[in-house]
């Protein structure tokens, strides 16, 4: 089962990409995960550039990646209550018609911040824009990383054997619900 992995931060030492990371060592077996890194390269949507250009290939290249992954895996830091701009604008970007990648994909969302409430509203707002696609987004267990500044070492290894825990449970519910989508 292949996986693509897309964090919603730019920084260098996100809590979100290293939740990805350890995601990648926690995988069940039979799991690939792959963290796609591209996000930095998407232009900001513009409706007139798409429709005399098309896709640019960072976006060609993404819309293809999660067409041939069995699931996918968002990890959304939290901005002003709800996701980051940035992955904000690559969802709009892959949205264009035709064949939406997006659509019956087999999803699992989660997120990481430094407040108390761990990406809550966020991932409620992401879970929203997947619905318009017929996502299939996993329900249980949610994954909400509060505090997270606490849960990772210098070197971003995810120390916090709670949310290790927890990861693992996503990622083999991950697995279960992709393979009853895809059978
Ligand atoms: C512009 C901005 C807005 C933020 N808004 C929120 C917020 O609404 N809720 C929250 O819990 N944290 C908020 N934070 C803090 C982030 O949760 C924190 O920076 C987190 O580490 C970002 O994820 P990352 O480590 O993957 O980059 C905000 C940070 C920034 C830069």
């Keep these: 089962m292949n996986v693509l992995a897309i964090s919603g931060s730019l920084r260098r030492n996100?809590?979100?990409s290293a939740a990805l990371r350890a995601?990648?060592?926690l995988a069940p077996d039979g799991m690939a995960i792959e963290i796609w890194?591209?996000?930095r390269e998407i232009p900001p949507y513009d409706d007139d550039d798409f429709k005399a250009n098309g896709f640019p290939a960072v976006v060609a290249g993404l819309r293809e990646k999660i067409r041939a992954a069995d699931a996918?895996?968002?990890a959304t830091p939290e901005y002003n209550h709800s996701i980051p701009g940035v992955l904000k604008n690559a969802i709009d970007w892959v949205s264009r018609p035709p064949d939406v990648p997006?659509?019956?994909k087999s999803y699992a969302i989660f997120g990481a911040s430094m407040g108390g409430m761990g990406t809550i509203r966020a991932q409620y707002h992401l879970r929203d824009m997947l619905l318009y696609f017929d996502a299939v987004v996993l329900n249980?267990?949610?994954?909400?990383?509060g505090a997270a500044h606490t849960k990772f070492g210098a070197g971003g290894e995810l120390t916090d054997q709670p949310t290790r825990d927890i990861?693992?449970?996503m990622l083999t519910a991950l697995q279960a619900q992709t393979r009853a989508l895809t059978s």
């Excluded at 249980?140 to 990383?145: A, N, R």
Aim: charged share 25%.
């Design 140 to 145: 249980k267990p949610e994954v909400f990383i």
């Design 14 to 16: 996100s809590l979100n």
């Design 37 to 39: 890194e591209g996000l």
């Design 23 to 25: 995601c990648r060592d």
């Design 102 to 104: 997006f659509v019956r």
């Design 72 to 74: 996918v895996i968002i």
């Design 167 to 169: 990861l693992i449970q």
